[in-house]
């Protein structure tokens, strides 16, 4: 299974084609709707999500609620696009757009490194297309695999651990659904109380200083099969793809699976999963703390990933910079920008997660129908449940 994504932030739509997915497999519009909504939201945005209305459009692959097994295309209208067609269209207003033209480039976007590499004056013709608008459209890919996981019975949630010096405790359990539940009660999608209020105040500090501030997610994908992924070839391991997912979400800097970097600090035995089994559930763990994986395999216990978002480059407070025609040092000054986007980033991320998982499920387990793949994961289960 594998996606395509293409648009412009400010172009009139973004477009998603996704290859691969068996036939006959229930397939909701409002379900993919319902994540790009999530993701419009959290305490930090700015003023383009009060515009945007994500819903998709379905163009092809589906036929009464039912994958076909061709490709499913998809559409995200951008209502901004009524303001900046003439900027950004087919046959663009040139005085227009030379009025919009970006020759400022800002410390931690991609507008500088773009701009010298596709030789490009305009740096609008950049920031485009590294906008973090994109991540809609990924979102909605996710959005379609979780409707795959979800049908094999894998559930998936998300949530925020830290926005900037406030940070939460690692969880012991995780129930995907009781996580769903609570994070979606939050502004800023985190389980405690009281790291909410003070990140929600640190949030709104930030933004009266006009500075940004970055953070850290965490995903949970709960009844996985055992061995999904492999140890056998680099490209194949499971925790690695998700790794990459994550880093490729925009601003995004890190990934750790499980405890992640504090395996570093600890000795063997603080860190490895003592292995047991019983009657009732076969062979399980008695922590899981390697979140979920070892060998680049699934064990069968929950995956854990946490992401890193640093803080929105898009600053009001000026930092300093150098104007590509003139060459001369600038300070900023900006129209609009989100001040922290780790809430809406934990949706994103959650969404990426479950593509890779689905992707996985599907190469593990080949089959042209949504039948019988459940009827393999569930031989699997069976399988592993009787090893
Ligand atoms: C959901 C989300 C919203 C974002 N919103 C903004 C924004 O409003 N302004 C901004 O400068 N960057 C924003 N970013 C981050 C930039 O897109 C990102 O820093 C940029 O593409 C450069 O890529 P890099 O940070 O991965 O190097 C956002 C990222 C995400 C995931
Ligand atoms: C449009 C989205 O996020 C955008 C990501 C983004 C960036 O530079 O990454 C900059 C902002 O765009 P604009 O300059 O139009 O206000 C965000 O609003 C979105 O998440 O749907």
């Known amino acids: 299974m594998r996606y395509l994504t293409a648009g412009e932030s400010h172009g009139p739509q973004l477009t998603l084609i996704v290859e691969g997915l068996p036939s006959r497999l229930p397939f909701s519009k409002e379900k993919v709707d319902e994540q790009l909504a999530r993701r419009q939201k959290g305490y ?7 515009i945007e209305s994500d819903e998709i459009r379905i163009l092809s692959g589906v036929r009464f609620g039912r994958t076909t097994g061709a490709p499913v295309a998809l559409s995200i209208e951008n209502k901004d696009w009524n303001k900046w067609s003439d900027v950004m269209g087919v046959h663009p207003d040139r005085e227009k757009a030379a009025k919009r033209r970006v020759s400022r480039p800002r410390p931690g976007h991609a507008d500088l490194n773009g701009a010298i590499k596709y030789h490009h004056r305009d740096m609008r ?22 409707q795959l996981l979800e049908y094999c019975g894998i559930r998936v949630a998300g949530h925020v651990v830290r926005i900037g010096s406030v940070g939460t405790r690692r969880l012991e359990e995780w129930k995907a659904e009781e996580i769903a539940k609570k994070s979606e009660e939050s502004p800023v999608r985190c389980l405690d109380p009281e790291a909410e209020k003070a990140m929600i105040q640190r949030i709104d500090e930030a933004k009266q200083e006009g500075d940004s501030l970055g953070g850290v997610v965490e995903v949970i994908v709960e009844n996985v099969p055992v061995g999904l992924g492999s140890h056998v070839h680099w490209d194949r391991k499971l925790d690695a793809r998700i790794a990459q997912a994550i880093v490729s979400i925009n601003a995004f800097k890190g990934a750790e699976i499980g405890i992640g970097f504090e395996a570093g600090e600890r000795k063997g035995s603080e860190v490895h999963d003592e292995i047991l089994w019983s009657e009732e559930k076969g062979f399980h763990r008695a922590t899981n703390r390697l979140g ?96």
């Open 44 to 50: 930090g945005r700015g003023r383009r999500m009060k």
């Open 125 to 146: 013709d950049v920031l485009e297309r590294s906008s973090a608008r994109e991540t809609a459209a990924r979102t909605a890919a996710g959005a379609v695999a979780r």
């Open 292 to 387: 979920g994986f070892e060998g680049g395999m699934t064990t069968g216990e929950p995956i854990v990933v946490r992401g890193v978002m640093k803080p929105i480059p898009t600053l009001y407070k000026p930092l300093k910079s150098v104007d590509i025609d003139t060459k001369a040092p600038f300070e900023a000054s900006i129209e609009r920008s989100d001040n922290c986007a780790v809430p809406a980033a934990s949706v994103v991320a959650e969404n990426v997660v479950a593509w890779e998982v689905a992707r996985a499920l599907l190469e593990t387990f080949t089959a042209d129908t949504a039948e019988n793949l459940l009827r393999e994961v569930n031989r699997r289960r069976e399988e592993a449940r009787n090893f």
